[in-house]
């Protein structure tokens, strides 16, 4: 039995998702589109709520001396 691999297509516009549904079906190879993100949830949050509580004024700024003692 001959196993087919399975492809992940990392289009970067509408355009490119169009022109790649138009080719599958026209060689009417089985796709799914999906929306889910690679990320973990909890970890976009994260984020996202930091770039908020930055744009909030509610960030400490470093200066690079601190920045140079940080890891020591």
């Not at 492809?7 to 599958?24: G, R, S, T």
């Not at 994260?46 to 020591?72: C, H, P, R, Y």
């Amino acid at each position: 039995m001959n196993i087919a691999p399975t492809l992940i297509v990392h289009p970067v516009d509408p355009e490119q998702v169009n022109v790649i549904k138009a080719f599958f079906k026209a060689l009417k190879i089985q796709f799914e589109v999906t929306k889910e993100s690679p990320y973990n949830k909890e970890f976009v949050d994260m984020v996202l709520q930091a770039e908020d509580n930055i744009k909030q004024g509610k960030g400490k700024k470093v200066t690079s001396k601190e920045f140079d003692n940080l890891w020591k």
